[in-house]
């Protein structure tokens, strides 16, 4: 078993998996990872990761617990680096730039990277209040009437107005959690992202609400890019356009074993651990 | 093999007895709430006679005279309005100061300080403050405030000193209530784009903020009855004078109180008594007060 680690990790050192699988567009790849590996103090998470996110598609990564997707999934906006003694090696590129060079600022990057959470996490303010939040502290000036129209066009956009229009000034914690979820994407959207990252947003949420946020991604894909955390594989294959599968390697860290169209990860995978995986088999 | 084993160790069925072993274990559990029955009683007693003592002595002395008049020779003309304005003017400098201060302090230490031996060792120095003797306080505060800053024995040095008393207990309730808020609401704010003194100031203030300022009333609260570090700081026991300005010297309630109950007439010691039941009266409100507030925001969630 180490053998064949060794092998696939050589292979890797010349040639990133993405290119080497040949499955993305590369004209049309809007972040990127180089060799990324991101540690917590001395501990590997994540080892050696190299996969390209197209544009308006929506990708997802799948794999046991704690094989680092939602460490993953975090370092492509820069968000690990709340956790103190996180610290990233390698590159994500985002439209060409290195978002881990020394003169790129977070916060700007979590702007145009936004993130959905497993549990829906609103403010304790009122469901207006949840929008206009982000457009305020990103320096946005306007008159209120753009501004209400700002956060009936992101309600919309997230299928919660309907539900919404007439308590926008409730408190947003009031709703229940499919409909919380739902205002965490609106309050995601309202600042114009262009990558939306959710970590498992929907195993927090009954089925019906599970199926309202994966109709509610397909829409949005026309205008983000997607990068989903799923454990649940009918979730992966239902909505996701490429799936990146992850393991555990011996020394803890996690790695991508395969990267391809979700079609093919679910009908016809190339490595027999990816092929267990999403038939039940194992995790 | 496990559970043979455990069977051994009890009596076979056919022997045991139900009376025996539960009535011995019972009497022990009956004797332990016995026990604590009995100290609750006590420390409730003591209470309720003080109380009583305090009520029955002092609520014939407390009439509108009392509470408009400065002190006297005289037990029947001594009031308490010098000490009721030096208590308020003392604490608004106290939680004027002390206040922002040790919120800052608590958001820095919660928010921004990284974990290392010399955070740590703030911590732990704040903690041992909050647990020095009250005395010590007025002894810093005469070697700072009155000496050094040549503030004398003002009412200005007097609530800076109780602001200093009271910093240690202000940072550790803020930074417990700045702790309980949940994480993914900062989270929340970094993910769309928020930087972290927007996270701090917009979203995890607001929602600490009933325990902040409920953790600060207790703390004004506590200042309020200190007597030992104004007393240390020389502040007066005896003034027929408000205060011009916050230079001038002052009285505050307990110092009033300690004054009167120390003097040799009888009718003095109920006088006492009328100023501690509203000493009393003025703690129970901020208590209350404290209460109502943390309710009320509380409801926003």
């Given at each position: 078993?180490?053998?064949?680690?060794?092998?696939?990790?050589?292979?890797?050192?010349?040639?990133?998996?993405?290119?080497?699988?040949?499955?993305?567009?590369?004209?049309?790849?809007?972040?990127?990872?180089?060799?990324?590996?991101?540690?917590?103090?001395?501990?590997?998470?994540?080892?050696?990761?190299?996969?390209?996110?197209?544009?308006?598609?929506?990708?997802?990564?799948?794999?046991?617990?704690?094989?680092?997707?939602?460490?993953?999934?975090?370092?492509?906006?820069?968000?690990?680096?709340?956790?103190?003694?996180?610290?990233?090696?390698?590159?994500?590129?985002?439209?060409?730039?290195?978002?881990?060079?020394?003169?790129?600022?977070?916060?700007?990057?979590?702007?145009?990277?936004?993130?959905?959470?497993?549990?829906?996490?609103p403010f304790p303010k009122s469901?207006?209040e949840?929008?206009?939040?982000?457009?305020?502290?990103?320096?946005?000036?306007?008159?209120?009437?753009?501004?209400?129209?700002?956060?009936?066009?992101?309600?919309?956009?997230?299928?919660?107005?309907?539900?919404?229009?007439?308590?926008?000034k409730q408190l947003g914690t009031s709703?229940?959690?499919?409909?919380?979820?739902?205002?965490?994407?609106?309050?995601?959207?309202?600042?114009?992202?262009?990558?939306?990252?959710?970590?498992?947003?929907?195993?927090?949420?009954?089925?019906?609400?599970?199926?309202?946020?994966?109709?509610?991604?397909?829409?949005?894909?026309?205008?983000?890019?997607?990068?989903?955390?799923?454990?649940?594989?009918?979730?992966?294959?239902?909505?996701?356009?490429?799936?990146?599968?992850?393991?555990?390697?011996?020394?803890?860290?996690?790695?991508?074993?395969?990267?391809?169209?979700?079609?093919?990860?679910?009908?016809?995978?190339?490595?027999?651990?990816?092929?267990?995986?999403?038939?039940?088999?194992?995790? | 093999?496990?559970?043979?084993?455990?069977?051994?160790?009890?009596?076979?069925?056919?022997?045991?007895?139900?009376?025996?072993?539960?009535?011995?274990?019972?009497?022990?559990?009956?004797?332990?709430?016995?026990?604590?029955?009995?100290?609750?009683?006590?420390?409730?007693?003591?209470?309720?006679?003080?109380?009583?003592?305090?009520?029955?002595?002092?609520?014939?002395?407390?009439?509108?005279?009392?509470?408009?008049?400065?002190?006297?020779?005289?037990?029947?003309?001594?009031?308490?309005?010098?000490?009721?304005?030096?208590?308020?003017?003392?604490?608004?400098?106290?939680v004027?100061?002390?206040l922002?201060?040790g919120i800052?302090?608590a958001i820095?230490?919660?928010?921004?300080?990284?974990?290392?031996?010399?955070?740590?060792?703030?911590?732990?120095?704040?903690?041992?403050?909050?647990?020095?003797?009250?005395?010590?306080?007025?002894?810093?505060?005469?070697?700072?405030?009155?000496?050094?800053?040549?503030?004398?024995?003002?009412?200005?040095?007097?609530?800076?000193?109780?602001?200093?008393?009271?910093?240690?207990?202000i940072?550790?309730v803020s930074r417990e209530a700045i702790r309980s808020v949940p994480?993914?609401i900062?989270?929340?704010?970094?993910?769309?784009?928020?930087?972290?003194?927007?996270?701090v100031w917009h979203q995890v203030l607001p929602v600490a903020l009933p325990g902040i300022l409920t953790g600060n009333i207790l703390a004004a609260s506590?200042?309020?009855?200190?007597?030992?570090?104004?007393?240390?700081?020389?502040?007066?026991?005896?003034?027929?004078?408000?205060?011009?300005?916050?230079?001038?010297?002052?009285?505050?309630?307990?110092?009033?109180?300690?004054?009167?109950?120390?003097?040799?007439?009888?009718?003095?010691?109920?006088?006492?008594?009328?100023?501690?039941?509203?000493?009393?009266?003025?703690?129970?409100l901020i208590n209350l007060l404290a209460i109502v507030l943390r309710q009320r925001l509380r409801k926003q969630f």
């Amino acid at each position: 078993m180490p053998v064949l680690i060794n092998v696939t990790q050589k292979e890797r050192e010349t040639e990133p998996i993405s290119e080497e699988m040949g499955v993305v567009d590369r004209a049309n790849v809007v972040l990127e990872t180089q060799r990324l590996s991101v540690f917590y103090g001395n501990f590997k998470a994540i080892h050696d990761v190299n996969l390209s996110f197209q544009k308006n598609k929506i990708t997802a990564l799948i794999g046991p617990s704690g094989c680092g997707k939602s460490t993953l999934l975090r370092a492509l906006n820069r968000m690990n680096e709340l956790v103190p003694s996180a610290r990233a090696e390698g590159a994500v590129l985002y439209r060409g730039h290195n978002l881990y060079a020394p003169n790129v600022d977070p916060v700007e990057v979590r702007r145009r990277i936004g993130m959905v959470f497993q549990k829906p996490n609103p403010f304790p303010k009122s469901i207006y209040e949840n929008i206009a939040f982000g457009l305020r502290i990103n320096g946005w000036k306007g008159s209120k009437a753009e501004m209400d129209d700002i956060v009936e066009r992101s309600l919309r956009r997230a299928a919660l107005w309907d539900e919404v229009k007439d308590k926008l000034k409730q408190l947003g914690t009031s709703l229940s959690g499919g409909q919380q979820q739902r205002l965490c994407i609106a309050r995601a959207i309202a600042v114009e992202p262009e990558v939306i990252l959710m970590d498992e947003p929907c195993s927090a949420l009954d089925p019906i609400a599970t199926l309202k946020i994966e109709e509610l991604m397909i829409e949005l894909v026309k205008q983000y890019t997607i990068i989903i955390v799923t454990h649940n594989m009918q979730q992966a294959a239902r909505v996701s356009d490429y799936t990146a599968m992850m393991m555990m390697r011996p020394d803890r860290s996690g790695e991508v074993i395969e990267f391809d169209t979700t079609e093919t990860i679910f009908t016809k995978p190339k490595d027999k651990r990816t092929e267990d995986y999403v038939s039940g088999r194992f995790g | 093999m496990a559970t043979s084993e455990i069977r051994r160790n009890f009596a076979p069925a056919e022997d045991m007895s139900f009376d025996a072993i539960q009535g011995s274990r019972r009497l022990k559990g009956m004797l332990l709430v016995a026990f604590s029955i009995l100290a609750l009683a006590v420390g409730v007693g003591m209470v309720l006679t003080l109380l009583i003592d305090v009520l029955v002595r002092g609520l014939p002395w407390l009439d509108w005279q009392f509470l408009t008049s400065f002190d006297s020779r005289f037990p029947e003309r001594a009031g308490i309005l010098a000490a009721m304005v030096g208590t308020a003017l003392t604490i608004v400098i106290t939680v004027i100061v002390s206040l922002p201060v040790g919120i800052m302090s608590a958001i820095y230490l919660e928010e921004y300080a990284r974990d290392n031996w010399f955070t740590r060792l703030i911590e732990i120095n704040i903690a041992n403050l909050a647990a020095v003797p009250s005395i010590i306080y007025g002894l810093l505060g005469l070697a700072v405030f009155v000496r050094f800053f040549g503030l004398n024995r003002s009412i200005l040095a007097g609530g800076l000193t109780l602001a200093l008393l009271v910093l240690p207990i202000i940072i550790v309730v803020s930074r417990e209530a700045i702790r309980s808020v949940p994480n993914g609401i900062r989270q929340a704010a970094y993910g769309i784009g928020a930087t972290q003194w927007q996270t701090v100031w917009h979203q995890v203030l607001p929602v600490a903020l009933p325990g902040i300022l409920t953790g600060n009333i207790l703390a004004a609260s506590r200042a309020i009855g200190e007597t030992a570090p104004l007393v240390t700081l020389g502040a007066l026991t005896f003034i027929p004078f408000l205060p011009k300005d916050l230079l001038d010297r002052f009285t505050v309630l307990p110092i009033v109180i300690f004054n009167w109950s120390s003097k040799p007439q009888r009718e003095f010691h109920d006088v006492a008594a009328a100023a501690i039941i509203v000493l009393l009266g003025i703690l129970l409100l901020i208590n209350l007060l404290a209460i109502v507030l943390r309710q009320r925001l509380r409801k926003q969630f």
